[in-house]
């Protein structure tokens, strides 16, 4: 794997989680 492909995969992998917490944190929200 070159270090390109892994920097994308890394920055790919931080959006998704990022995006699951705020999803997870409205869910929240909504709750109370």
């Known amino acids: 794997m070159k270090a ?3 920097a ?3 920055r ?3 959006a998704f ?3 699951h ?3 997870s944190r409205i ?3 909504r709750e109370d």
């Open 8 to 10: 994308v995969h890394a």
């Open 17 to 19: 989680d990022w995006q």
């Open 27 to 29: 869910r929240v929200v």
């Open 12 to 14: 790919f992998q931080i």
């Open 4 to 6: 390109r492909d892994v």
């Open 21 to 23: 917490i705020s999803e």
